[in-house]
């Protein structure tokens, strides 16, 4: 690997480098270390969803409990429909990683119409999925996170970008309502998806998240003079900090009492050279 080695003048007279060594100590660790970037949800235990509709009959009445295996998006004979989908512990999962990419995959359904512009929104409120109906539906961003157009070809595969959504809950700490999935135009015609429960596991709604670690801690971490007098350089050194998502690297040097005990910074993270290069 490639060494990146940066030098910063310091006012200090004393300076200690170390790094968190815990995973390379860990007696039972295979290397190379791999690791699948690809994290899915998938089938009712992960991904659920339910269906509401503003037909007069319907306002007010919850479909989950009804274990429709369809998701609906449009208007039809009975009303205008909208859905709702629910990842499950997609925080938990996802706390220790970049956000690659993020998809969600549709399947038409039998009797889905062509020509219909889906659109999928970040859901802003708490719902409950055997709870929620027309009446009392969560509200959303009115802003599409993607969209696609149906073909009206049963089985036909259909994609959402849904990374925004995703990093919005992860990044910016957005609850994780989940999302909602209507027709552009309501007043025109319907698409119809297969549903989280639908009996063949292949064609239900499957959500595709491609992850990359955050960066690690240095694997060889090097600085020198460790103890100097203000106005000398020092030169600080590293290895072994990759990752798909890292575009820069920071450093700070601090200043240590006689216990080692930290006493502010001397060079602030701000105020070092962004290195770009090396492993």
Same mark, same amino acid.
């Given at each position: 690997?490639?060494?990146?080695?940066?030098?910063?003048?310091?006012?200090?007279?004393?300076?200690?480098?170390?790094?968190?060594?815990?995973?390379?100590?860990?007696?039972?660790?295979?290397?190379?270390?791999?690791?699948?970037?690809?994290?899915?949800?998938?089938?009712?235990?992960?991904?659920?969803?339910?269906?509401?509709?503003?037909?007069?009959?319907?306002?007010?009445?919850?479909?989950?409990?009804?274990?429709?295996?369809?998701?609906?998006?449009?208007?039809?004979?009975?009303?205008?429909?909208?859905?709702? $989908?629910?990842?499950?512990?997609? /925080?938990?999962?996802?706390?220790?990683?970049?956000?690659?990419?993020?998809?969600?995959?549709?399947?038409?359904?039998?009797?889905? %119409?062509?020509? %219909?512009?889906?659109?999928?929104?970040?859901?802003?409120?708490?719902? +409950?999925?055997? /709870?929620?109906?027309?009446?009392?539906?969560?509200?959303?961003?009115?802003?599409?996170?993607?969209?696609?157009?149906?073909?009206?070809?049963?089985?036909?595969?259909?994609?959402?970008?849904?990374?925004?959504?995703? +990093?919005?809950?992860?990044?910016?700490?957005?609850?994780?309502?989940?999302? $909602?999935?209507?027709? /552009?135009?309501?007043?025109?015609?319907?698409?119809?998806?297969?549903?989280?429960?639908?009996?063949?596991?292949?064609?239900?709604?499957?959500?595709?998240?491609?992850?990359?670690?955050?960066?690690?801690?240095?694997? /060889?971490?090097?600085?020198?003079?460790?103890?100097?007098?203000?106005?000398?350089?020092?030169?600080?050194?590293?290895?072994?900090?990759?990752?798909?998502?890292?575009?820069?690297?920071?450093?700070?040097?601090?200043?240590?009492?006689?216990?080692?005990?930290?006493?502010?910074?001397?060079?602030?993270?701000?105020?070092?050279?962004?290195?770009?290069?090396?492993?």
């Amino acid at each position: 690997m490639a060494a990146i080695e940066a030098k910063k003048p310091i006012p200090a007279d004393q300076i200690e480098v170390s790094k968190d060594d815990t995973v390379g100590s860990d007696k039972n660790r295979q290397y190379p270390v791999k690791i699948d970037p690809t994290l899915t949800w998938f089938g009712t235990d992960q991904l659920k969803d339910v269906y509401v509709c503003n037909g007069s009959n319907y306002k007010t009445m919850n479909f989950y409990n009804s274990d429709i295996v369809i998701t609906m998006a449009g208007k039809a004979a009975q009303g205008v429909y909208r859905s709702h $989908m629910k990842f499950t512990d997609l /925080k938990t999962l996802l706390a220790n990683y970049y956000i690659d990419s993020a998809s969600l995959t549709l399947y038409e359904a039998a009797n889905s %119409q062509s020509g %219909q512009t889906i659109t999928a929104h970040q859901v802003t409120a708490s719902w +409950t999925m055997d /709870k929620i109906t027309w009446n009392n539906r969560p509200s959303y961003n009115t802003t599409a996170l993607s969209s696609f157009t149906t073909s009206g070809k049963s089985g036909t595969a259909k994609t959402l970008d849904v990374k925004k959504l995703i +990093t919005n809950m992860m990044v910016n700490g957005d609850a994780n309502y989940g999302l $909602m999935i209507r027709n /552009k135009s309501e007043s025109s015609s319907y698409g119809k998806f297969y549903g989280t429960r639908n009996t063949t596991s292949s064609k239900r709604p499957k959500l595709s998240i491609i992850v990359s670690d955050k960066p690690a801690t240095p694997s /060889k971490l090097t600085v020198s003079p460790t103890i100097g007098k203000p106005g000398d350089n020092v030169t600080v050194k590293w290895e072994g900090i990759s990752s798909s998502s890292l575009s820069r690297v920071e450093y700070r040097i601090c200043r240590l009492d006689a216990a080692g005990v930290d006493q502010g910074n001397i060079v602030n993270y701000t105020d070092t050279v962004v290195e770009t290069g090396g492993k």
